[in-house]
């Protein structure tokens, strides 16, 4: 940052929070979301590398990312991921 490079932290919600809490870094804020709760369960089913328990687990803390996403003020901008070229435009835009 002292040499005035974009630093990108790819981060789960008890991260933001820290950050937001302890650090002081004057940061952005941005959310990746999927075009919808199921469209993410297919993805990563459709991956096939995880067991059902452990599937399990990550959509439940998918649920609660995407409540905590919802809360005004937490993320400075939430991209939804529906169109990968348009979410990686819309994300380089915001970060340059």
Excluded: H
Aim: proline share 2%.
């Amino acid at each position: 940052m002292a040499k005035g490079l974009v630093v990108v932290l790819d981060i789960e919600m008890t991260g933001v929070k820290n950050l937001k809490a302890d650090s002081g870094i004057d940061a952005r804020y941005v959310f990746i979301k999927p075009s919808s709760f199921e469209a993410l369960e297919a993805r990563l089913r459709g991956r096939g590398t995880e067991k059902e328990d452990d599937l399990q687990k990550r959509l439940n803390q998918a649920r609660v990312e995407l409540e905590y996403a919802s809360t005004p003020g937490v993320y400075d901008k939430i991209i939804v991921n529906d169109d990968l070229e348009r979410a990686y435009k819309e994300l380089e835009e915001f970060v340059l």
